[in-house]
């Protein structure tokens, strides 16, 4: 089954030739099906190319999926017209009387800066304590994971000497857990943080289950025993481009960063990328959609309880 998605967004016509079934607003009234409830915090400065990236794994699924686009705050963007803003992003005051089956957090370009520096962190863990009550599961991605594990496990900014940047490999440490269905023993992820998240620390300081590590990148995919908290340390909705043109715009503000590891053919940034990530990552978020989510999800969403929710699979 298809994401449905508003009629305009600018993500169909993307979509749309890259053959990804996608569904308008209006057609979707005409099937008789309960789709699933899906609310994107898109919290990435270049809102658009975030949206279709995640929009693309979002579709690779059986069921029907029913997106609807949230921001932080009113405040004017540098990199998304605000006239798409207005169109197709909602505030929270308009979603936080309702439920929804899933959220997704996505990552945003604050590293290095501190919880409490952060312009809208107050309001940021307004809605992340919102989720608890009235979010099925919520997937948590790279700087939002970061958030996510201060907010439920009050652990302080850990931040790393250098920018992890790059495609790493990662070993399958839960392989029968739900979201590991399917993978292969090694796979390959991209990364593009500051933060540290070693598989040591968590077991520490968490109850998480560790689902995937990395020997250079650390814990990649962990999730609270209910599945209702599923983090995300790296970026599977990355396209083969993105590393590129962060890393050419690092150059560009003169900041001398490495070269992306294990990312251009010979590490060599002349030469044209390869995503070599893009079936994991269709693959985390199908899992997620059917295991954390459509599972667990009661049919009326009116009837949401977080007493209906077990730490058992």
Same mark, same amino acid.
């Given at each position: ?255 001398? !960063? ?14 044209? !990328? ?23 999800? !009661? ?15």
């Amino acid at each position: 089954m298809p994401i449905k998605i508003p009629d305009q967004l600018p993500a169909s016509d993307i979509l749309s030739q890259e053959r990804i079934f996608i569904m308008s607003e209006s057609r979707a009234t005409t099937q008789m099906i309960r789709p699933l409830k899906v609310l994107i915090l898109n919290l990435m400065p270049k809102k658009i190319e975030t949206e279709t990236q995640f929009l693309r794994l979002l579709s690779n699924s059986p069921l029907q999926v029913d997106i609807e686009l949230l921001r932080i705050d009113d405040r004017p963007s540098k990199n998304t017209p605000e006239e798409h803003l207005n169109n197709f992003y909602r505030q929270f005051d308009m979603v936080k009387n309702r439920n929804f089956d899933g959220l997704i957090i996505t990552g945003a370009p604050l590293g290095l800066v501190q919880f409490e520096d952060v312009a809208y962190w107050d309001h940021l863990q307004t809605i992340m304590e919102w989720a608890k009550d009235h979010v099925t599961s919520t997937l948590y991605v790279c700087w939002a994971a970061q958030a996510g594990l201060k907010l439920l496990y009050n652990l302080p900014k850990r931040t790393r000497k250098e920018k992890l940047s790059g495609v790493y490999y990662h070993k399958v440490m839960s392989e029968f857990h739900p979201v590991m269905r399917g993978f292969d023993d090694s796979f390959l992820a991209p990364h593009s943080r500051y933060a540290d998240f070693t598989a040591e620390y968590l077991n520490q300081h968490t109850d998480l289950d560790i689902l995937a590590v990395s020997d250079d990148a650390g814990v990649y995919l962990a999730s609270t025993k209910d599945k209702r908290n599923v983090f995300v340390t790296g970026h599977p909705e990355y396209d083969a481009h993105t590393l590129h043109n962060e890393y050419v715009r690092d150059l560009a503000e003169g900041m001398d !960063p490495t070269i992306p590891v294990n990312y251009y053919p010979n590490d060599n940034p002349d030469n044209p !990328p390869i995503a070599s990530w893009r079936s994991h990552g269709h693959l985390l978020f199908a899992n997620w959609l059917n295991y954390c989510v459509y599972q667990q999800t !009661p049919y009326d969403l009116e009837h949401f309880s977080v007493d209906n929710f077990t730490k058992d699979d």
